[in-house]
């Protein structure tokens, strides 16, 4: 099995920044993708950012120039460092990391808070 352990949330104000950590250990033969989702109070889990095993970086509208989401393949470690945060980034993240076997499992991670106060 896979775990994912997740940290870096908090409360921030407006404009500032955090960094999210996810870290994966368990059976990984190796990672295809890895990402970031979440979800605000009273909405449905939407995704934010992916990241490929060749580097290729994805982002959703609402956050793209203000997030960065990166990979440690030594560490199984995915990132996303906040920068300029608003307080629609208020939510729930949650990692998502998707290993490769024979076929391809998707986990997540537990979710850490982010609030961002205006």
């Known amino acids: 099995q896979v775990q994912l352990v997740e940290s870096g949330g908090g409360l921030v104000q407006a404009g500032g920044s955090l960094r999210l950590s996810c870290a994966a250990s368990?059976?990984?033969?190796?990672?295809?993708?890895m990402g970031w989702h979440r979800q605000a109070p009273g909405k449905q889990r939407e995704w934010v950012a992916g990241i490929r095993g060749g580097g290729s970086t994805y982002y959703a509208d609402s956050v793209r120039g203000r997030f960065t989401i990166s990979r440690d393949d030594a560490k199984n470690t995915v990132y996303l460092q906040m920068n300029n945060l608003k307080s629609e980034d208020t939510a729930v993240y949650y990692c998502e990391v998707v290993v490769r076997r024979v076929s391809e499992a998707t986990y997540w991670g537990q979710g850490t808070q982010v609030t961002v106060s205006s």
């Open positions: 368990g059976s990984i033969p190796s990672i295809s993708a």
